[in-house]
């Protein structure tokens, strides 16, 4: 009881400084709470919706693609309408609905600007039956009575500005076909973000689907007291094997796994980022508390003078632990709440509906995030606290706390070089490595060795570094820029602590930046290298080109050719029987000047011609296959072909590579029309001299279809940068974190700092340093820790950063390109950084009172 009391005297004694650290554990604790609350409110949102809108049993197509998936012919899997008659004849049903459910579809306004959500989420087209009022009610309006009505979701038609009369053209592979809004549909539940429209059914079959009479799926509901199992069960035995049936369960599962890997993307990421964020608070908390526990020397002495055992003092500082821990996670939590809000907003202001209605907050977060927050504080201030425990009771007769062990000293600087050269041979061995899979072993082995290597030696490069940038930096500001490079120097170990909070937010940054340039030259290397095509045609959301769009660039002027590029899944079967599960790229025979690739035999051009084909380099090695064999290619969807291989491409190219290629002629015969896939991409080429003209005229051929970007090289190579630009924007934000709890900590430390050193601040103003002076000593004694931790961090993100790109060499990335003006600009903010955290810690020495200063014990 009395350790208690002790402690919290203490804690509220210094409530002040332990706010800082408080607010490192609330901060890291929140990013914690608020990953889990908002993933756990995206899964009470699909779970919801996937609820309402699965029947009892759900009949379709047995190859039916997945919930997120868009067919690359551009028609969903469909089955007769005679199903539904026959699931009306087994015992224990309902009601039995015909749907039609339609990915492939893009639908636009009259401006011809699409009305698709440009948060990734799809525009799902679909006929209106009563089963839709499971999840959505008419809100104005009726329901779609005819082939020249529409139904749209209330959230699409106020986002963009849509009334009842309005005009919508679909687009889809069977053609267009244009309709006017005849209402607006409100979902019961939150629809995260696609939009929605209905048809009637004859129309919805007839321009989604190519013809009338057939359904995507048939919903199916149980009599009262028939089990869902019971129905699914009768129901198999009436139509057989050749259908998917799934219960209402079995339907909510398979949505939720549909879109668990995107969720469980963005949950484990964020909680990486909050365990970066931790990694920094456990430095704050340990500078913190050793500098407590310095300052109180002659207290702890005092203490075991007057009898308290050294697991009294030791118990004392591990309390007050506790208390900063259970404080700063009780805040965190409720924080961490609100950042899951934040995070919802953000989500909806970029398209994708998010209600906080659906806010879920299970019991286990609080409890991971008290535990997390807490063990973690308790755990940073162990070695301060054993620290206090070693103050021996003639410490009470000292102005200062016990010097450094320069034997311990030795031993860190010793371990600290083991542990950074263990760090650098792994990150050699990375680079060296012949598959990615060891390599990324050695290459994770190189950056934890590595990053402790530098947090152990940090106390050791202090004295070095911050010498090398006094000279630099501080010493043209004279005498008070001398006495700010000591101040860093006084205690190196302190230094070395406050800058690695720092270096570790920094070295991420730099190593992502270096990584993220050497993607962007990578790929505009090998574009330059391996794309002979002046202009690229595709969807930004993977829709298929429809026939009308692909006719329309086809006639437009100036172009010398166009090559269509389709993706054929198939079963390649070599001369010894040897089958394996690929994919091949039907193309027109211009792709093989459109995409230059190397051949090990044969030429690429002749796999263009009737009856032929072509492997990769590794397939032909693997299977013993070359040039004149003939191979059994079974395509999906059609009949099998005997293919004569009469290339073999090498597999050092890393556009398509270890791709076979074939005619689209030669898939067409093998493959029925309503089966054959749809071009994913088109190349095109200019006649001479006439590219401008080209460009603008397949601009405006495809204006009409909005969801189609034309790109000439020089736009998709700024596109390629725009995506990773906005990727590391992404990781930066979230990094900012880490950055920000460093910060916290530089001024923490100085504010102990200054606080530690009240009696010598006295001592100076008295014999003449002005406050000016003061402050600016403060300040730069900042700059100087935040642009040593700056200089560590680039340095080894570089190096990070460098073994990444050698490594991911074996993936294509072939091209290492240091982005030297972001490493400069973030080491010039590491000293706005540094000016930054030293606002308050200068303000306050500078109001001290001189007299009461000299006289502070």
Same mark, same amino acid.
């Given at each position: 009881?009395?350790?208690?009391?002790?402690?919290?005297?203490?804690?509220?004694?210094?409530?002040?400084?332990?706010?800082?650290?408080?607010?490192?554990?609330?901060?890291?604790?929140?990013?914690?709470?608020?990953?889990?609350?908002?993933?756990?409110?995206?899964?009470?949102?699909?779970?919801?919706?996937?609820?309402?809108?699965?029947?009892?049993?759900?009949?379709?197509?047995?190859?039916?693609?997945?919930?997120?998936?868009?067919?690359?012919?551009?028609?969903?899997?469909?089955?007769?309408?005679?199903?539904?008659?026959?699931?009306?004849?087994?015992?224990?049903?309902?009601?039995?609905?015909?749907?039609?459910?339609?990915?492939?579809?893009?639908?636009?306004?009259?401006?011809?600007?699409?009305?698709?959500?440009?948060?990734?989420?799809?525009?799902?087209?679909?006929?209106?039956?009563?089963?839709?009022?499971?999840?959505?009610?008419?809100?104005?309006?009726?329901?779609?009575?005819?082939?020249?009505?529409?139904?749209?979701?209330?959230?699409?038609?106020?986002?963009?500005?849509?009334?009842?009369?309005?005009?919508?053209?679909?687009?889809?592979?069977?053609?267009?076909?244009?309709?006017?809004?005849?209402?607006?549909?409100?979902?019961?539940?939150?629809?995260?973000?696609?939009?929605?429209?209905?048809?009637?059914?004859?129309?919805?079959?007839?321009?989604?689907?190519?013809?009338?009479?057939?359904?995507?799926?048939?919903?199916?509901?149980?009599?009262?007291?028939?089990?869902?199992?019971?129905?699914?069960?009768?129901?198999?035995?009436?139509?057989?094997?050749?259908?998917?049936?799934?219960?209402?369960?079995?339907?909510?599962?398979?949505?939720?796994?549909?879109?668990?890997?995107?969720?469980?993307?963005?949950?484990?990421?964020?909680?990486?980022?909050?365990?970066?964020?931790?990694?920094?608070?456990?430095?704050?908390?340990?500078?913190?508390?050793?500098?407590?526990?310095?300052?109180?020397?002659?207290?702890?002495?005092?203490?075991?003078?007057?009898?308290?055992?050294?697991?009294?003092?030791?118990?004392?500082?591990? =309390?007050?632990?506790? /208390? !900063? *821990?259970? $404080?700063?996670?009780?805040?965190?939590? &409720?924080? +961490? %709440?609100?950042?899951?809000? @934040?995070?919802?907003?953000?989500?909806?202001?970029?398209?994708?509906?998010?209600?906080?209605?659906?806010?879920?907050?299970?019991?286990?977060?609080?409890?991971?995030?008290?535990?997390?927050?807490?063990?973690?504080?308790?755990?940073?201030?162990?070695?301060?606290?054993?620290?206090?425990?070693?103050?021996?009771?003639?410490?009470?007769?000292?102005?200062?706390?016990?010097?450094?062990?320069?034997?311990?000293?030795?031993?860190?600087?010793?371990?600290?070089?083991?542990?950074?050269?263990?760090?650098?041979?792994?990150?050699?061995?990375?680079?060296?490595?012949?598959?990615?899979?060891?390599?990324?072993?050695?290459?994770?082995?190189? =950056?934890?060795?590595? /990053? !402790? *290597?530098? $947090?152990?030696?940090?106390?050791?490069? &202090?004295? +070095? %570094?911050?010498?090398?940038? @006094?000279?630099?930096?501080?010493?043209?500001?004279?005498?008070?820029?001398?006495?700010?490079?000591?101040?860093?120097?006084?205690?190196?170990?302190?230094?070395?602590?406050?800058?690695?909070?720092?270096?570790?937010?920094?070295?991420?940054?730099?190593?992502?930046?270096?990584?993220?340039?050497?993607?962007?030259?990578?790929?505009?290397?090998?574009?330059?290298?391996?794309?002979?095509?002046?202009?690229?045609?595709?969807?930004?959301?993977?829709?298929?080109?429809?026939?009308?769009?692909?006719?329309?660039?086809?006639?437009?002027?100036?172009?010398?050719?166009?090559?269509?590029?389709?993706?054929?899944?198939?079963?390649?079967?070599?001369?010894?029987?040897?089958?394996?599960?690929?994919?091949?790229?039907?193309?027109?025979?211009?792709?093989?000047?459109?995409?230059?690739?190397?051949?090990?035999?044969?030429?690429?051009?002749?796999?263009?011609?009737?009856?032929?084909?072509?492997?990769?380099?590794?397939?032909?090695?693997?299977?013993?296959?070359?040039?004149?064999?003939?191979?059994?290619?079974?395509?999906?969807?059609?009949?099998?072909?005997?293919?004569?291989?009469?290339?073999?491409?090498?597999?050092?190219?890393?556009?398509?590579?270890?791709?076979?290629?074939?005619?689209?002629?030669?898939?067409?015969?093998?493959?029925?029309?309503?089966?054959?896939?749809?071009?994913?991409?088109?190349?095109?080429?200019?006649?001479?001299?006439?590219?401008?003209?080209?460009?603008?005229?397949?601009?405006?051929?495809?204006?009409?279809?909005?969801?189609?970007?034309?790109?000439?090289?020089?736009?998709?190579?700024?596109?390629?940068?725009?995506?990773?630009?906005?990727?590391?924007?992404?990781?930066?934000?979230?990094?900012?974190?880490?950055?920000?709890?460093?910060?916290?900590?530089?001024?923490?430390?100085?504010?102990?700092?200054?606080?530690?050193?009240?009696?010598?601040?006295?001592?100076?103003?008295?014999?003449?340093?002005?406050?000016?002076?003061?402050?600016?000593?403060?300040?730069?004694?900042?700059?100087?820790?935040?642009?040593?931790?700056?200089?560590?961090?680039?340095?080894?993100?570089?190096?990070?950063?460098?073994?990444?790109?050698?490594?991911?060499?074996?993936?294509?990335?072939?091209?290492?390109?240091?982005?030297?003006?972001?490493?400069?600009?973030?080491?010039?903010?590491?000293?706005?950084?540094?000016?930054?955290?030293?606002?308050?810690?200068?303000?306050?020495?500078?109001?001290?009172?001189?007299?009461?200063?000299?006289?502070?014990?």
């Amino acid at each position: 009881m009395t350790v208690l009391k002790t402690s919290l005297r203490s804690f509220l004694a210094h409530k002040g400084r332990m706010a800082l650290s408080a607010v490192a554990v609330l901060l890291s604790v929140a990013f914690v709470c608020g990953t889990l609350v908002f993933s756990d409110t995206m899964n009470t949102t699909f779970d919801k919706l996937f609820a309402t809108t699965a029947s009892d049993v759900t009949v379709s197509p047995k190859d039916a693609a997945a919930n997120d998936e868009i067919p690359q012919n551009g028609r969903p899997a469909a089955l007769p309408a005679s199903v539904a008659d026959q699931v009306r004849s087994v015992a224990g049903v309902r009601a039995v609905q015909g749907g039609v459910v339609s990915m492939s579809v893009t639908v636009v306004d009259s401006r011809d600007e699409n009305i698709g959500p440009t948060s990734g989420a799809p525009t799902i087209a679909g006929n209106w039956s009563p089963n839709e009022l499971r999840s959505v009610e008419i809100a104005s309006g009726h329901e779609p009575r005819g082939p020249t009505d529409v139904l749209v979701d209330e959230a699409t038609a106020d986002k963009h500005h849509l009334k009842i009369g309005d005009e919508l053209r679909t687009i889809a592979v069977t053609g267009d076909f244009t309709a006017r809004i005849s209402g607006i549909a409100a979902f019961k539940v939150t629809n995260p973000g696609a939009t929605v429209v209905w048809y009637d059914t004859a129309t919805a079959q007839r321009e989604l689907l190519g013809k009338e009479g057939l359904f995507t799926q048939v919903s199916v509901d149980a009599a009262p007291g028939v089990s869902d199992e019971e129905l699914k069960a009768d129901i198999a035995a009436k139509l057989g094997s050749g259908y998917k049936l799934q219960t209402a369960a079995e339907a909510t599962d398979a949505g939720r796994e549909d879109v668990a890997g995107f969720l469980d993307v963005m949950k484990y990421a964020m909680l990486g980022f909050a365990g970066i964020a931790f990694l920094v608070g456990i430095f704050l908390i340990v500078n913190t508390f050793s500098m407590l526990v310095a300052q109180r020397t002659r207290e702890i002495g005092l203490m075991r003078a007057i009898g308290s055992s050294r697991s009294q003092v030791n118990r004392s500082v591990l =309390v007050e632990a506790l /208390l !900063l *821990g259970v $404080v700063g996670s009780l805040a965190g939590v &409720a924080a +961490g %709440v609100g950042l899951a809000v @934040g995070l919802m907003e953000i989500m909806t202001s970029m398209g994708m509906e998010l209600s906080t209605q659906d806010l879920t907050v299970r019991w286990t977060t609080p409890v991971v995030g008290l535990a997390l927050g807490v063990v973690v504080t308790v755990l940073a201030a162990f070695v301060p606290a054993r620290r206090a425990g070693k103050v021996s009771p003639m410490a009470a007769l000292r102005d200062a706390g016990t010097p450094a062990d320069g034997r311990a000293g030795k031993v860190r600087a010793a371990v600290g070089l083991l542990l950074t050269a263990a760090g650098a041979a792994a990150l050699w061995t990375a680079t060296q490595a012949e598959e990615a899979g060891a390599g990324s072993l050695w290459l994770g082995l190189g =950056v934890v060795l590595s /990053l !402790l *290597g530098f $947090v152990v030696i940090g106390p050791l490069l &202090a004295g +070095g %570094v911050v010498r090398v940038l @006094g000279a630099v930096v501080l010493r043209v500001f004279g005498p008070v820029g001398r006495m700010a490079e000591r101040n860093a120097l006084r205690n190196p170990r302190r230094t070395g602590a406050t800058g690695a909070a720092l270096m570790i937010g920094l070295a991420l940054v730099a190593c992502l930046s270096v990584v993220g340039s050497s993607m962007v030259a990578s790929a505009t290397e090998e574009l330059d290298r391996s794309v002979g095509a002046d202009f690229i045609v595709q969807s930004a959301n993977g829709q298929p080109i429809v026939p009308q769009a692909q006719a329309a660039l086809e006639k437009a002027p100036g172009l010398d050719h166009v090559t269509e590029y389709k993706w054929v899944e198939a079963t390649v079967t070599d001369p010894r029987g040897k089958a394996k599960k690929t994919g091949l790229v039907a193309a027109d025979p211009t792709y093989a000047e459109d995409v230059r690739r190397d051949t090990t035999a044969g030429k690429l051009a002749d796999a263009y011609g009737p009856g032929a084909m072509s492997v990769g380099s590794a397939y032909a090695a693997e299977h013993g296959v070359e040039v004149g064999d003939r191979l059994t290619v079974a395509f999906q969807g059609g009949r099998p072909a005997v293919l004569r291989v009469a290339a073999i491409t090498s597999d050092d190219n890393n556009i398509d590579k270890g791709v076979m290629y074939t005619n689209i002629t030669t898939v067409a015969r093998h493959v029925p029309d309503d089966r054959m896939p749809r071009s994913m991409i088109v190349f095109g080429t200019a006649k001479d001299g006439q590219e401008a003209a080209a460009y603008q005229a397949l601009k405006d051929a495809l204006k009409p279809y909005p969801q189609y970007k034309v790109a000439d090289q020089a736009d998709y190579k700024e596109t390629l940068k725009d995506q990773v630009g906005q990727l590391l924007n992404i990781v930066y934000g979230l990094l900012a974190l880490a950055i920000v709890v460093a910060v916290l900590g530089v001024v923490n430390t100085l504010a102990l700092s200054v606080v530690e050193r009240t009696r010598e601040i006295g001592l100076m103003r008295a014999i003449g340093l002005s406050r000016r002076q003061l402050r600016r000593m403060i300040r730069l004694e900042s700059v100087v820790i935040a642009l040593f931790g700056a200089l560590l961090g680039l340095g080894l993100g570089m190096g990070w950063g460098t073994a990444a790109q050698r490594l991911l060499a074996l993936e294509g990335l072939g091209v290492l390109e240091i982005p030297w003006p972001t490493i400069i600009g973030v080491f010039v903010g590491s000293a706005f950084v540094g000016l930054f955290a030293a606002l308050i810690p200068a303000f306050r020495a500078g109001r001290m009172n001189v007299l009461n200063a000299i006289a502070t014990d």
